[in-house]
């Protein structure tokens, strides 16, 4: 059964870092999300990818986030300088039609 | 935008008895309602959805109900074992060629007692 996967599974940076977070969607799906799980909270959206372009994004999504689609396979998050607040779970999704979403990357920013 | 919220936040069962976990949504434009499983350390993995044309959606021991006048839907488990042991999230998304997002409610940590 196809799945999205992610890479890596945990990432640990200072603070003031670059990090770029990986994604494989599903093959024949169009679209792409990032969403974020702060640990015992809920899981919120962060943006939306479509046609090589982002289709809608969150108040969360601000100037130092960007994604991209540098392939035909790869699907990825860039935080320019992390926070200490980005700690955080970040789930790739993809759909055609339902989202299915990958198993994650933890982030650790310190 | 739209909010979703969810109760109860914890819910504990004897197995083999039912659970429900309710939803209520504020955005009358949303149309999609899916729910989700997370096991602890893994993404949240699809389990069940509906959408605002039907009343309800069964799946063996999984059941959705949706009630679009009142804006909520519930999540029905019957003969519930101890593999159902997980957080589930029930969700809202406004399907209208944009971004497709899906909104979450905060989450009910379901534990399922021998």
């Known amino acids: 059964e196809p799945e999205v996967t992610q890479t890596p599974s945990h990432q640990v940076t200072q603070m003031g870092q670059e990090v770029i977070l990986r994604c494989v969607p599903i093959?024949?799906?169009?679209?792409f999300y990032w969403y974020r799980q702060i640990l015992g909270q809920k899981v919120e959206f962060l943006v939306s990818?479509?046609?090589?372009?982002?289709?809608?994004k969150s108040e969360i999504f601000d100037d130092q986030f960007s994604v991209e689609r540098p392939d035909g396979s790869n699907f990825t998050l860039k935080i320019r300088s992390t926070k200490l607040e980005d700690s955080a779970m970040y789930f790739c999704?993809?759909?055609?039609?339902?989202?299915?979403f990958g198993p994650g990357t933890r982030l650790t920013v310190t | 935008g739209e909010n979703v919220e969810q109760h109860p936040s914890t819910l504990s069962v004897q197995e083999g008895d039912s659970a429900v976990i309710k939803c209520t949504y504020s955005?009358?434009?949303?149309?999609?309602f899916p729910w989700y499983k997370q096991e602890l350390g893994k993404g949240p993995q699809l389990i069940i959805d509906?959408?605002?044309?039907?009343g309800e959606k069964k799946d063996q021991r999984i059941a959705v109900t949706l009630n679009k006048t009142a804006k909520h839907f519930s999540l029905h488990i019957t003969e519930t074992q101890p593999e159902d042991s997980a957080v589930y999230f029930c969700?809202?998304?406004?399907?209208?060629?944009?971004?497709?997002?899906?909104?979450f409610g905060t989450g009910t940590q379901l534990k399922v007692e021998l």
């Open positions: 969700a809202a998304q406004a399907i209208t060629g944009g971004g497709n997002k899906l909104t």
């Open positions: 999704a993809s759909s055609d039609d339902e989202q299915y």
């Open positions: 093959s024949n799906h169009l679209y």
């Open positions: 955005d009358s434009a949303s149309n999609y």
């Open positions: 509906i959408r605002s044309n039907v």
């Open positions: 990818f479509y046609n090589n372009e982002i289709s809608e």
